[in-house]
């Protein structure tokens, strides 16, 4: 009776453990932060959603709260726990969480002056913000291979004329393939260039002791 007691503590200690490191900590019920809003002006967010993540320079600070599509453009509200200072050199962007799936918004702040010596001033509104978006890597490999179609296509067809001459034989690298007669040629003329450098090592001492002799003289 004893142990069914302990093991039932552990159980319920291991829960509530479990329970605190997932719920609290993740702050999903009991919110840790407080939010301010942003919103930023984009012309494609490329399957960008609510709730997806914000970073600042690449520190979570907060994430996506709505994407509205108004008069041609998107207009995305984010909600941000980070304060930073935003420069005019600023950069917001959509990009691809992985090569697969998924999408977040990334936030440069800017900097005051550039490398070159350029300097740029602070920027204190936090409303209608200009922001990009990282094409899909699949989406700009299908629109790579549309626009190159054409050049893949008589690549192909080469390789595929490439491939039936030299099956049927025709052209040096056939008739070296298909035809015995070439193939032993070409494999007699490797023969006699291994046999001439087999020579030459061995005649190599006697010309070296003529050539000593002859200096000496």
Do not use: C, W
């Not at 509530?16 to 019920?29: C, P, Q, R």
């Not at 690449?58 to 509200?77: M, Q, R």
């Not at 008589?154 to 007669?181: C, H, M, P, Q, W």
Request: charged share 20%.
């Amino acid at each position: 009776m004893k142990q069914e007691i302990a093991v039932g503590i552990i159980v319920i200690i291991a829960l509530t453990v479990l329970g605190y490191f997932t719920i609290i900590m993740s702050g999903e019920i009991f919110e840790t932060h407080t939010y301010y809003p942003m919103t930023v002006v984009f012309k494609d967010v490329e399957g960008l959603s609510a709730d997806d993540k914000v970073r600042v320079n690449g520190v979570l600070s907060g994430y996506v709260d709505t994407v509205e599509l108004i008069d041609n453009n998107v207009i995305v509200t984010l909600r941000l726990y980070n304060h930073f200072t935003l420069y005019e050199n600023y950069e917001i962007m959509v990009r691809n969480e992985t090569a697969l799936a998924g999408k977040y918004v990334s936030i440069n702040p800017g900097a005051p002056m550039d490398e070159n010596g350029k300097q740029y001033a602070v920027i204190t509104t936090r409303d209608n913000l200009i922001g990009t978006s990282v094409p899909d890597p699949f989406t700009m490999l299908s629109r790579l291979i549309a626009d190159n179609r054409g050049n893949v296509n008589a690549t192909v067809k080469n390789l595929r004329d490439i491939t039936d001459k030299i099956n049927s034989g025709k052209g040096t690298l056939g008739k070296i393939i298909n035809e015995d007669t070439v193939h032993g040629q070409a494999t007699d003329l490797i023969k006699q260039l291994q046999d001439t450098i087999e020579d030459t090592r061995e005649q190599a001492p006697i010309t070296s002791f003529l050539r000593a002799a002859l200096t000496a003289f």
